[in-house]
């Protein structure tokens, strides 16, 4: 079936370091959604990107989303212990008339203090 | 005030028990999900409800049923109850079908079965 494959599934970082994760679809895609749980926590909307190309940024968080709407990244410059978590994309797919929002395996981020 | 809550929080049972989790959002929204996470924090899927239709994924065991009393509520009745079962299962709603729409997440129910 359709998927969002995400990598890499963990990442360890020394406070500071940057962090990035990678996110890509077999299909395009209307639009990609991040999401970050914490740990023991549940997914918290991060962002939305829609168009082609497009680039959002939040602090010291930066999403991109490819030309062909088929990939995406979520850079994290210097991070910080607050930063931990596991970040997960999504992506919609469409059946049985309606879309379901499919998860990539997520990112499970490390910050060694 | 929380926007997606469900119960309980933790639940233990034993192989074969029939049990329920119950899901209530008071954000108006027209959709309702369930996702389970396993031991590897993957993200499945369950089922997808609103007030037109059920969507379920295929890989569901049938021991797994949702139920819908109203807009606001979709609870999640597990029949037989089996070791693979123990997960963390999220309720979560989102303002309709559509495929821009946000999914705002339950705090999760962490079932354990023995």
């Known amino acids: 079936g359709q998927q969002v494959m995400q990598i890499p599934q963990y990442q360890h970082v020394q406070e500071g370091e940057d962090f990035t994760t990678y996110c890509n679809s077999s299909?395009?895609?209307?639009?990609i959604q991040w999401y970050k749980q914490r740990p023991g926590g549940h997914p918290v909307f991060l962002i939305q990107?829609?168009?082609?190309?497009e680039v959002k940024k939040q602090k010291r968080l930066t999403f991109q989303f490819g030309e062909a709407k088929k990939n995406s990244s979520l850079h994290i410059t210097a991070t910080q212990t607050t930063d931990v978590g596991t970040y997960f994309c999504a992506g919609p797919y469409s059946g049985a008339g309606s879309y379901q929002l499919t998860f990539g395996k997520g990112t499970k981020l490390s910050v060694i203090p | 005030d929380t926007a997606v809550s469900q119960t309980p929080k933790y639940l233990v049972t034993q192989m074969g028990n029939d049990k329920s989790i119950k899901c209530e959002q008071n954000l108006g929204h027209d959709t309702m999900y369930w996702y389970k996470q396993d031991s590897k924090k993957f993200l499945k899927i369950m089922f997808s409800?609103?007030?037109?239709?059920?969507?379920i994924n295929e890989t569901v065991p049938n021991r797994f049923s949702p139920k819908s009393p109203d807009k606001a509520h979709l609870n999640l009745h597990i029949n037989s109850l089996e070791l693979g079962d123990s997960a963390v299962y999220f309720c979560?709603?989102?303002?309709?079908?559509?495929?821009?729409?946000?999914?705002?997440f339950g705090e999760g129910s962490w079932l354990t079965v023995v």
């Open positions: 299909t395009t895609l209307s639009n």
């Open positions: 409800y609103n007030n037109k239709e059920l969507i």
């Open positions: 990107l829609v168009k082609s190309g």
């Open positions: 979560a709603s989102s303002q309709d079908g559509a495929s821009g729409n946000t999914i705002y």
